[in-house]
């Protein structure tokens, strides 16, 4: 998976990671993958919602020692 852009919200709660993503998003040209790192446990499915509200693919999402990471691809 080849990605275009990481962003660290690590210690940000909602709604902040969602707003840093759909940020970076807005600057990526379509197709483009960004990966989201989280601290959030609620960003799971905050990111799950948002792809659905906004039509950007969430390609994957996993977890691992606290730590909760989202890859998006920019519709």
């Keep these: 998976m ?20 759909k940020k970076a998003l807005a600057e990526m040209e379509s197709g483009q993958l960004l990966k989201v790192v989280a601290t959030d446990p609620g960003s799971t499915r905050d990111f799950q919602a948002f792809a659905r509200q906004t039509g950007n693919e969430l390609v994957e999402q996993s977890s691992a020692n606290g730590e909760f990471f989202h890859v998006l691809k920019r519709r």
């Design 2 to 21: 080849d990605i275009h852009k990481e962003l660290d919200t690590r210690g940000l709660n909602c709604p902040l990671p969602i707003l840093k993503a």
